[in-house]
């Protein structure tokens, strides 16, 4: 009886979208016909932070398939310059073409004969994909054109003719380049059938606008949230903490650009602020980690080191407020405004006194040191109307909400961007969230409620004020799993002499995913257990020149943060 309730119940919902047995039996064959090609391609890519150049280097040439295709075809039939040649060609079709046109007598023979490579290259990506998913990909205006040159090949002499006719055309009606291009962009897509971004798209590198612009045009993608990507979130949420620490990170990489000139964040009284309040101090500990010499001068080098350190004293005393209000997070260990002997130049860090290399506060009050000047607190609302306001901003933030998470699993694997919150003895660690007290999967479950809930509710402060609170969390907290630290020393490292006090611990996930039985534990957590399966996280470089390996756990656990910024 139960079984035939649910025969019933599948069949009304097959109802819904097939009227009769025929199509049913139709889609059937189909699916398990595409169960039985290939996987399509995924690459992975994780801890991009900005370098366009790099990401978009890799997209090209879809991270060495392309490459490889073209030496498995034409290996044997063509010099390894031509080979190279027609690589770069389909990384880069537009500046490829203007070179070949200065360098080449005989265009017409080059079309022709590059034409013909062209399709033979898309006929090997494409060929482990169904020919409506490769026809859904092809380039309007093209698309019946390389459908009929794709599907042509061993038909006999007519369609011979008929194939050569159609690169003739080609190049007699001056659309080769056209054609080029599609062609090549079309390879360019079936060589990546999908992209996973496991996280920190945001600061250090130049250009995040061009990678979020990037990656909302990609056909196919999925992103694991990073703690500098929860950051930015949080500072378009109104977090003061999130916006002042993403500031002061733009200053450290001089990436100032980013945010006034690639998404209009008005830092001007920001500025007059710090060459007023610092106009006598160089600011040395606070010069930009990468600077241009030859776009700016020395002068200019010195403004972001004034904006660098008024908005890091900013940052302190917001954090500082945040850390009291939640004792539940347990920070308390980054209260150190007020462990200053502001006279004697020394700070007392867990019983012992160190040097300060900088003693100039002149807007800290050593009787309330987490306490914003006045024109502080002007210049942090400002700055958070101009967070909240940003058109471009809100698009990109708004893009990540729609196709971002904490972790994801795709295809029998465990996508996530730093670590699972464990234990020594390998247990998961136990939490306090807002109330409730979680591990494991649960953990990250309520993660990914509260990162949505901080958004979606942004404008009402009484109700997301704990939620944005703790974005800020998940940038820098001991226990977030987007983070994965102790602490972050970031004070220590701008003001104490002594280096002991700037070491960040790692959580005890990263020396526990050497043992492949915790991959196992880790995977099951999550409900997977397929003997084929793997957990993939970024977060941490691999120091592979100190002999560390990517490939951990007996090949369970691969870490892909490999040093692109």
Known sequence: MEESKKLKRHLNILSKQYSNIEQVSEEIINLQAILNLPKGTELFLSDIHGEYGSFSHILNNGSGIIKNKIEGIFSNQITEHERRSLATLIYYPDEKLALVKKTNE??????????????????????????????????????????????????????????????????????????????????????????????????????????????????????????????????????????????????????????????????????????????????????????????????????????????????????????????????????????????????????????LNDINFPTINPEKPYDLTKEEEEIINRLQESFKNSETLNKHISFLYSKASIYKCFNSNLLFHGCVPMEANGSFSKIDILGETLSGKEYFDHIDKIVRKAYSEREQ???????????????????????????????????????????????????????????????????????????????????EKDGESPIKANGKLLVIDRWIC
């Open 461 to 543: 402060i009484d109700k997301s004020k704990d939620a944005i609170d703790f974005m800020w969390y998940l940038w820098c907290g001991p226990k977030s799993p987007l983070f994965g630290k102790n602490k972050a020393a970031t004070f220590e490292r701008y003001f104490v002499i002594n280096k002991e006090t700037h070491k960040e611990y790692k959580n005890a996930y990263f020396t526990l995913i050497e043992e492949e039985k915790i991959c196992e534990k880790i995977l099951k957590e999550f409900g997977i257990e397929s003997k084929n399966s793997h957990i993939i996280n970024g977060h941490m470089p691999v120091k």
């Open 106 to 355: 005989d265009l017409a023979e080059w079309y022709s004969i590059t034409l013909y490579r062209l399709i033979e290259v898309v006929r090997e990506v494409s060929s482990k994909y169904t020919r409506s998913k490769v026809r859904k990909a092809m380039p309007k205006g093209f698309d019946y054109i390389i459908d009929e040159l794709l599907h042509l090949q061993g038909c006999g002499p007519d369609k011979e003719t008929y194939y050569k006719q159609i690169i003739s055309s080609i190049v007699e009606l001056d659309r080769a380049d056209e054609f080029i291009v599609a062609i090549s962009n079309l390879i360019k897509r079936m060589a990546i059938d999908h992209l996973h971004v496991i996280g920190d798209i945001f600061d250090r590198g130049p250009n995040a606008k061009l990678v979020m612009n990037t990656l909302m045009k990609f056909h196919s993608l999925d992103i694991e949230l990073g703690n500098h990507d929860v950051l930015w979130m949080g500072a378009t949420c109104g977090s003061k903490a999130c916006i002042a620490n993403v500031i002061r990170i733009c200053s450290r990489y001089d990436n100032i650009d980013t945010l006034e000139e690639g998404y209009g964040i008005n830092i001007r009284p920001l500025t007059t602020f710090a060459l007023k309040t610092y106009k006598d101090d160089e600011c040395e500990k606070f010069m930009p980690k990468i600077y241009d010499y030859n776009k700016y001068i020395r002068s200019d080098e010195i403004s972001i080191a004034k904006i660098h350190k008024a908005i890091s004293i900013i940052q302190f005393k917001l954090e500082g407020k945040i850390i009291k209000e939640h004792p539940e997070y347990k920070m308390e260990d980054r209260l150190l405004l007020d462990k200053i002997d502001y006279k004697k130049g020394t700070i007392t860090i867990e019983n012992k006194t160190y040097n």
